[in-house]
């Protein structure tokens, strides 16, 4: 044997294992190849897509945030209103209630004045018909003199 014979028979078995290489086995390959590429163009478009509406996502939660923060900014102004508003409404209502309360102490305060004034009047009256009994040392009666006593009291 020479080497130029086992180079023709290795030569002839080697494009022999190529061929069904090429026939059988490089096609199923090739096939599982062409999937897997398939699939990883699929996974890299899905995850693009996902990460699209991830960023819309969160776009669309950075303006629902903004929003709410406005919503609740507007709340506690109102709500600072209302309480002032409440505020002010019991103010006056409790300057209204203190002017009531003024203006019910002066009327008793004149009533009680205008009492005084008469408890006054009787005992003025009293003691000038006891000065005047005794200026005259004659008893003056009280109810012959009544309209006397009367003009003396209301210029009292």
């Known amino acids: 044997m020479t080497i130029n014979l086992t180079m023709l028979g290795q030569l002839i078995s080697f494009v022999l294992f190529v061929l069904f290489c090429m026939k059988f086995v490089w096609p199923p390959i090739t096939e599982i190849m062409r999937e897997r590429q398939k699939a990883l163009a699929e996974g890299l478009e899905k995850a693009a897509a996902a ?21 609740a900014a507007e709340l506690l102004v109102q709500a600072r209103n209302r309480a002032n508003q409440i505020v ?39 003691l000038a018909i006891e000065g005047a009994e005794k200026i005259l040392e004659s008893t003056v009666d009280k109810n012959m003199h ?9 210029q009292l």
Do not use: C, F
């Open 88 to 126: 002010e409404e019991a103010k006056d209502l409790a300057h209204e209630e203190a002017d009531r309360i003024k203006t019910g102490a002066q009327a008793e305060i004149d009533q009680e004045v205008n009492r005084a004034r008469e408890v006054l009047r009787g005992q003025v009256s009293d």
């Open 146 to 154: 009544q309209e006397m006593l009367n003009k003396i009291a209301a």
């Open 51 to 71: 990460e699209k509406q991830l960023e819309d996502a969160n776009d669309a939660a950075a303006v629902e945030l903004e929003e709410a923060k406005k919503q």
